[in-house]
C-alpha cells in the first residue's frame, strides 16, 4: 500500500533525543523534507556533533533539557507540535549496566511527558521501540503478533521493560485519549554517527579492525542478529509516521548473520589483518533475532534498500574518518 506523505513544510515536529545516532539522522530527513524541528537532548549517550551541521538551518532548534523532568520553558517549545517522535533512551547493553535509572526513566517519565504534550497538541505520537521487546525470542522470525520472552528481574530488564512500557502506555493514551499514536519495533540498526566506543557490536568491531586489535566476539558467537542501514531505517520512521497506521510495525531487515560472520565479514570490508577472539557472553543476550517484515511491506509499502557489505563499506568509511 502507497503512503502519502503527510509531514512536511509549516509542519512542527519534536524529536526527543534528537542528538542520539538514529534520531539525527530522522532530524535531518524531517528537515530534507522542509519541516521545522525540535530536537530535544540531554546528551547522555548522544553528541552535539550529530546536530552541529544544521547551526544555521533557520527550521532546526536544538533544546539541551532531560526530557524526564519536563519540557522546559523555551520559546522553541512554546507552539503546537504537528508530531512528535519519543526516540530519547540510551540504547546500547553496556549502558544498561551504567544508565540503568536513566533508562527507566526515559521509557516511563519521559514517555508519559510527552504523550501528555502531544495529547495538549492534537499531534501524530510515534514511539521509537526495540526489538528488544520480543526479549530472548522462542519464536523465529518474529512477527508484531509475539508477545515475547522477557527476563522482567534481568540485567537487560531496565531497558526491554521500559520499551515495553512505554509501548502500553502508547496504547492507553490511544484507546482512553483518542491519541493518533504509532509504534515502531527498531531491529540492530547501524551507520555513521555511531560512537566508537558505544559498546554495541558494529562500533566496537569496526574500531577493533580500523586499529588492527583483535575483534571481541562475545560466546561462540553463532548468536544472531538482522542489521539495518540507518537510511534504511529512517525511511520505515517516516512511512509510518506519515500513516495512519498504529501499530506495532517491525523496522529493519531479512538480513540475519552469526556474529562471527559479522566480525569476519568487518575484518575483511575494513581490509585489517586483526584476529578474532571469543570472549564471555553477557546475560540473557538473545540467541537469534530476525524481523517479520510482513507488516511494514504490506502496511507501509516498507522494502530495505541496502544490503550489509554496502552499509558496513559506508560505515567503516565513516569511521577511519
Ligand atoms: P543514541 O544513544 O545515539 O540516541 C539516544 C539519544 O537520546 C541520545 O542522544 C541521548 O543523549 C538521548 N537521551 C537519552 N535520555 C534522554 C533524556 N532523559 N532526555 C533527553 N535526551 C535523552 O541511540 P540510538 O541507537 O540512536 O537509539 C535511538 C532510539 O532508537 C532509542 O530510543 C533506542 O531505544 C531506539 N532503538 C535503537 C536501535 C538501534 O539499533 N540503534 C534499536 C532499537 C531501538
Ligand atoms: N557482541 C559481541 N561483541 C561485542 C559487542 C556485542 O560479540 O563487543 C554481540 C552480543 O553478544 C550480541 C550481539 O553482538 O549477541 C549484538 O549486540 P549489540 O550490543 O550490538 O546489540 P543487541 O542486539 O544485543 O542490543
Not at 152 to 167: H, L
Not at 192 to 199: A, C, I, T
Request: glycine share 8%; hydrophobic share 40%.
Amino acid at each position: 500500500m502507497a503512503v502519502t506523505q503527510r509531514y512536511g513544510p509549516g509542519h512542527r515536529i519534536l524529536v526527543s533525543g534528537g542528538g542520539g545516532f538514529v534520531p539525527s539522522h530522522v532530524v535531518d530527513a524531517l528537515l530534507a523534507r522542509g519541516c521545522t524541528v525540535v530536537a530535544l537532548d540531554n546528551f547522555v549517550t548522544g553528541s552535539r556533533d550529530n546536530l552541529a551541521h544544521l547551526a544555521t538551518e533557520p527550521r532546526f532548534t536544538l533544546v539541551e533539557a532531560d526530557v524526564t523532568e519536563g519540557l522546559p520553558a523555551h520559546p522553541a517549545l512554546a507552539d503546537r507540535f504537528d508530531a512528535i517522535l519519543h526516540m530519547a533512551s540510551p540504547a546500547s547493553p553496556t549502558d544498561f549496566a551504567k544508565l540503568p535509572m536513566e533508562i527507566l526513566k526515559v521509557g516511563s517519565i519521559g514517555t508519559m511527558a510527552l504523550l501528555d504534550r502531544a495529547v495538549a497538541d492534537a499531534a501524530r505520537f510515534l514511539m521509537a521501540s526495540t526489538s528488544e521487546a520480543y526479549g530472548d525470542p522462542l519464536v523465529h522470525p518474529q512477527p508484531e503478533s509475539y508477545w515475547g520472552n522477557v527476563n522482567p528481574i534481568g540485567v537487560r530488564a531496565v531497558y526491554d521493560e521500559s520499551k515495553r512500557f512505554s509501548e502500553a502506555a502508547t496504547m492507553a493514551y490511544h484507546r482512553y485519549h483518542g491519541l493518533d499514536t504509532a509504534i515502531v519495533r527498531i531491529f540492530n540498526t547501524y551507520g555513521p554517527r555511531m560512537r566508537p566506543d558505544d559498546g554495541r557490536a558494529i562500533p566496537t568491531f569496526i574500531s577493533q579492525a580500523l586499529r588492527g586489535a583483535a575483534l571481541t566476539v562475545q560466546g561462540t558467537g553463532t548468536q544472531t542478529r538482522s542489521i539495518t542501514y540507518v537510511d534504511d531505517l529512517v525511511r520505515g520512521i517516516l512511512l509510518l509516521l506519515d500513516s495512519t497506521e498504529t501499530g506495532p510495525i517491525n523496522c529493519g531487515t531479512e538480513h540475519e548473520m552469526t556474529m562471527l560472520d559479522l566480525a569476519r565479514l568487518i575484518v575483511e570490508l575494513s581490509g585489517s589483518s586483526s584476529t578474532i577472539e571469543l570472549v564471555p557472553r553477557a546475560a540473557d543476550d538473545p540467541e537469534k533475532r530476525r524481523p517479520d517484515l510482513t507488516l511494514a511491506r504490506t502496511l507501509l509499502g516498507y522494502e530495505p534498500q541496502v544490503g550489509p557489505e554496502e552499509g558496513l563499506r559506508r560505515t567503516i568509511e565513516f569511521f577511519r574518518n
